[in-house]
């Protein structure tokens, strides 16, 4: 088994970037020629002359070419995080970018795209190992061949720096020129990192010693922010897909901190405490937006407008989307969150209205009480004829149902889905060192997959209520506690650690879509909403507005720059246009106006008057300012879509038909439309020359 090198040093010269292993001398080194960045491997051990600088580094997260030079990032501090079955888990602290060329002058779109990732995706929650798969769960993991490198084992869909690391991949698989043919040697270099949340906490139930982990790995395609991606593209990727994985070690004696993975006892083959058997218990949900083409238009409203494209020209992506699901965990227990009601309503048809398509014979059933006729809507295929008779849909009004601060009716939807939940199991393996793995002794069958508009708060509520559900019948089942019994009775201090743990990734998944943390947090943390947690969610829908009308379009560029979907170097798009603002000057200008105008009021105002000076003067000049700056307003949330902050890298296809219609809109202004009609400079290049292309990777 080929494991990534946990001790590397970085040779920095002129001409080449030498990476070798400290630990493994007789290990071939690694070169980047410079300034070209061609790879190779170098079996001799002299290191290259006049290295100007050595640094030691915790391993390579890839290479990355822009417009006009190719960078290493490399990981220059990792923190470690805790042991996950022996093996220590490290968080991504600290990166540096090491370009091929020394360039002398300086260009301001390559600038804007080292800034994008330094600080957008550099600074986001990143954890690898250098000796235990974190991309794939544990129950997939005991199927694997342990004997090949760690990143061909990796789970293509979590290997969240997958696309930066193609350069040695492609190596590693072809060569090149002067090492033709694969290159194993190039495997310890190779080092898989996922995106997400991971808390490793070891405690104690009832004076028995276990180790809970929180493992949430974000899906690298259709990877974006909140309001610019949403539901599925032609490859049936669904956007903020995650999959959720809530493991229990039993008798692990490898949880502290200290020391390295490959400690006495497992080189002795025995593993736990006093000679048991260590067992590791895991259950794996998945969440995901609603398996259509649908958007939500931002236009500075706060409630988006909604776009719901034809359900039938989505069904072959959707078809890709289940077939993956199908295969990797079995049936799939659809649940939908969204409102019975108002706007969701569409979202919640269009769902419904695919799953009918794709299941044979579908058998509806709706069960109402006296407050709703619909409490829950239920969709199951009559028959098993065919792959998608496995799916089965469940919608649940959480917002209908919880209102009036009543949370505990969003445990009818457990409820609602206990049979289900009792035949689907969960995974149950032993640690066998001597085998070199996990011995399965019980594996989880089916998987539920929630979601709600953003897939962010009421599926992290929901999400928390499964796994509890799940974490009792566990510790029942290891006799733990007696039939009956809840964790959260009979042990408070566990409780406590359980309701922060998910809390915590509560906000890890929503900093990643929405840019702030979770609402409806106060449930998950205190297991009931309260009025601090409502202003709390007031808050963070404020700071949502603003971060995703002005901040959300450089952080969706980031994500498409680092994960592939933008490649500067093959743009077909002139010098320095890339990020340039397009729009005319008087347009750019009227929010300079709405703030001097703001200024000039509250100047005068608040600022005393000479003795003797005429009131009706500055009346007029407060009357004159507070209508420029009405009329500013005004202009601004009318024409909301040409002050979005919009995605510039792949232009998203309604970004551009809005800003067609609301230029068209102001030149038929009394006032503007003159001005701009004669001064119009043109559309950004970089937002809408490639419009094609964003729009087929979009939709």
Known sequence: MTLPFRDINCHVAADAYTFTSPSSPNAPSLVIDRPTGDIRLSETTTLPKRVSRVSSIAGILGFIRLRLDKYAIVITKAQPMGRLKGHMVYKVISTDFLPMRERQIRDPDE??????????????????????????????????????????????????????????????????????????????????????????????????PLTVVLITRKG?????????????????????????????????????????????????????????EMQVLSYVQTRGSIPVYWAEINALKYTPKLQVRGIETALPAAKKHFDEQIRIYGDNYLVNLVNQKGREKRMKEAYEQMVQMLVSSPSEKVKGDTITDEKF?????????????????????????????????????????????????????????????????????????????????????????????????????????????TFSTADPAFEFLFRNLWADNADTVSKAYAGTGAMKTDITRLGKRTKAGALGDGKVAVM??????????????????????????????????????????????????LAFSVFFVLVSLFTRRAPGSA???????????????????????????????????????????????????????????????????GLSTARYLNAEEGKKRIE
């Open 111 to 208: 600038d804007n795209f080292l800034s994008l990732l330094k600080t957008f995706v550099m600074k986001g929650p990143m954890y690898f190992s250098y000796g235990i798969d974190l991309t794939n769960s544990f129950q997939r993991q005991a199927s694997m061949d342990s004997s090949s490198p760690l990143w061909m084992r990796a789970d293509d869909r979590f290997f969240w720096n997958r696309h930066v690391q193609s350069d040695l991949i492609n190596f590693r698989k072809m060569g090149n020129r002067s090492q033709p043919g694969q290159q194993p040697s190039v495997d310890p270099y190779i080092l898989p990192i996922m995106w997400g949340t991971l808390e490793i906490r070891p405690t104690t139930f009832r004076n028995t």
């Open 220 to 276: 690298r395609y259709r990877a974006g922010t909140r309001y610019f991606t949403r539901g599925i593209d032609e490859e049936g990727h669904a956007a903020n897909y995650n999959e959720t994985e809530q493991i229990v070690v039993i008798n692990d004696t490898g949880g502290g901190l200290g020391g390295y993975a490959g400690s006495s006892d497992m080189q002795s083959g025995k593993y736990g405490a006093e000679g048991k």
């Open 377 to 485: 809507h239920i969709i199951e295929p009559s028959s098993s004829k065919q792959e998608y008779d496995r799916l089965h849909y469940v919608y649940f009004d959480f917002h209908h149902e919880t209102k009036g601060m009543q949370m505990q009716r969003a445990m009818l939807l457990v409820e609602q889905l206990q049979e289900a939940l009792i035949a689907q199991q969960y995974f149950r393996g032993v640690d066998m060192p001597a085998n070199g793995g996990l011995e399965t002794r019980n594996y989880q069958t089916s998987v539920v997959r929630t979601n709600c508009m953003d897939s962010l708060d009421r599926t992290n509520v929901v999400q928390s209520m499964l796994a509890r559900w799940t974490l009792d019948r566990m510790f029942v089942d290891l006799g733990l506690l007696q039939r009956g019994e």
């Open 544 to 593: 949502r507005y603003w971060l995703n009308n002005f901040r959300d379009g450089p952080r969706q560029d980031a994500f498409d720059l680092f994960l592939g979907a933008y490649e500067p170097a093959t743009a077909n798009i002139g010098a320095s246009l890339v990020f340039a603002d397009r729009r005319p000057v008087l347009i750019q200008s009227i929010p300079y106006v």
């Open 615 to 681: 009131v009706w003067t500055i009346r007029l000049f407060i009357l004159f300012w507070f209508v420029v700056a009405g009329w500013s307003a005004n202009f601004i949330i009318n024409n909301g879509m040409l002050y979005v902050n919009w995605p510039k890298l792949n232009p998203r296809p309604w970004a551009t038909e809005g800003y067609q219609d609301a230029i068209s809109k102001v030149r038929k202004d009394a006032l503007l439309g003159p001005f701009v009609a004669r001064h119009e400079r």
